[in-house]
């Protein structure tokens, strides 16, 4: 049960800073091991990336997005500490947070199929070769999604051989459905929203024994390709001689829809930077599924719908009325807490990323950016940081940009226009 109190706060859609009172859950069921396996196979798949994605031809075939200075943004948002873009909206082929799901998940998928047509398993670059390729084309992904992560699906399945369909609300972006139709991924539409095409996708691969279905609510495939960012994260901040400590904390704002995604990261971060990094969630107004989730326990699933809220946001990636119950119990007792944020600010953040530091990202990507002022500037911010003995001052704070990275020109400049 939502307390009066936030109930009335969220169905106000007045932007809000939700502080996670942090219950150790004993029901979690996500093994810590998962991640390592899921970086090994990003490792041993190096060798079909590179030889079937266009971007990563020559290279080791590392699936990874620069982590970039942030300070004129800093300097523009009068924020505190060192700030960091870690800049998703690069990452290969698919421009989104959802390769690192997405691009695993496959990846199992086409191990799966390989093995039961006789792979020896040695060398995954094999699996780039024509004969595999027209073995995989009888094979089928099947995803519902809200965009980003069909995309990422849809173009490695693709890249592949493999066939991919996927669902997608009939308000998902036009442009993102003409994307995969051209890289010949088969897109279905639905009235209703990202949880209908989700159901949807589902059904249709029950009926197909040579079909995967790739469950954005449950998949712990997906959890555990996102949770790899915290290990490569670490490096990245290695090799930039950045030091995280308890005096020199990480201060992470993830964009959040179902939850998957962010908390896949938060997770991977949690086990490489223990107490000395601190994860906020960022959803818009309309969509607040992951807070409303966290604020009324984990026993029954809780939808924006039933507290009045209608789901509809710029933030299309972010539309989401039902959390991930496995995201959900992995966050109770690691997330910091989420913030909202009003549609009218997104516009104002896109235009600071392309003025202050050149990147175009798509409006979900830049919901974190509320992040640093909830902390500074309001008295339950500052309560936090005292409480967790966080000096904003001497902390990283490392602004995630979860997507645009395939944004058309056009599209952008529309949003600009706010
Ligand atoms: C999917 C997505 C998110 C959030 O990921 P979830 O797993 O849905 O929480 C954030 N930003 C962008 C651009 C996305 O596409």
């Not at 995969?180 to 209908?196: I, M, N, Q």
Request: aromatic share 8%; glycine share 10%.
């Amino acid at each position: 049960m939502l307390k009066t109190h936030l109930l009335d706060t969220l169905s106000r859609r007045e932007p809000t800073l939700w502080i996670n009172p942090r219950h150790d859950m004993l029901q979690e069921t996500f093994p810590p091991e998962a991640v390592d396996q899921a970086a090994d196979r990003f490792d041993r798949a190096g060798a079909l990336l590179s030889r079937t994605i266009e971007v990563l031809k020559g290279s080791d075939g590392l699936v990874e997005s620069p982590l970039l200075d942030a300070e004129p943004l800093r300097a523009a948002l009068d924020g505190k500490g060192r700030w960091l873009l870690k800049a998703d909206h690069r990452m290969p082929l698919a421009g989104s947070v959802k390769a690192r799901g997405g691009f695993h998940e496959v990846l199992v998928y086409a191990e799966r199929v390989a093995h039961r047509l006789g792979w020896d398993g040695k060398d995954f670059g094999e699996l780039a070769g024509d004969q595999w390729r027209s073995r995989f084309e009888s094979h089928r992904l099947i995803v519902g999604s809200t965009g980003n992560l069909g995309i990422s699906i849809g173009l490695l399945s693709r890249a592949l051989g493999f066939k991919a369909q996927v669902h997608m609300s009939r308000d998902a972006s036009e442009w993102k459905k003409q994307l995969l139709r051209d890289k010949g991924a088969e897109v279905v539409e639905h009235s209703g929203d990202y949880a209908k095409a989700v159901q949807a996708g589902r059904r249709e691969a029950e009926s197909d024994p040579a079909a995967h279905f790739v469950d954005d609510e449950r998949s712990e495939l997906l959890f555990a390709g996102y949770a790899v960012a915290g290990r490569r994260l670490a490096e990245q901040l290695t090799d930039q001689r950045i030091e995280v400590s308890r005096e020199r904390p990480l201060v992470v704002y993830l964009p959040c829809g179902v939850g998957g995604a962010p908390g896949g990261i938060t997770y991977g971060l949690k086990q490489v930077f223990g107490d000395s990094v601190h994860c906020w969630f960022a959803e818009p107004v309309a969509s607040p599924s992951v807070l409303a989730q966290l604020a009324s326990g984990l026993e029954t699933p809780v939808s924006v719908y039933d507290v009045g809220l209608d789901n509809q946001t710029l933030a299309d990636g972010l539309a989401v009325a039902q959390a991930s119950m496995l995201a959900a119990t992995c966050m109770a007792s690691r997330l910091a807490g989420v913030f909202t944020v009003a549609d009218e600010s997104l516009p104002d953040y896109l235009r600071l990323a392309w003025d202050k530091l050149g990147e175009r990202l798509e409006p979900s990507a830049a919901a974190g950016f509320a992040g640093p002022r909830w902390l500074a500037e309001t008295e339950a911010g500052r309560s936090w940081c005292k409480a967790n003995e966080v000096n904003l001052d001497s902390a990283t704070h490392v602004l995630w940009s979860t997507g645009g990275g395939l944004v058309p020109a056009e599209v952008f400049d529309e949003w600009l226009q706010g």
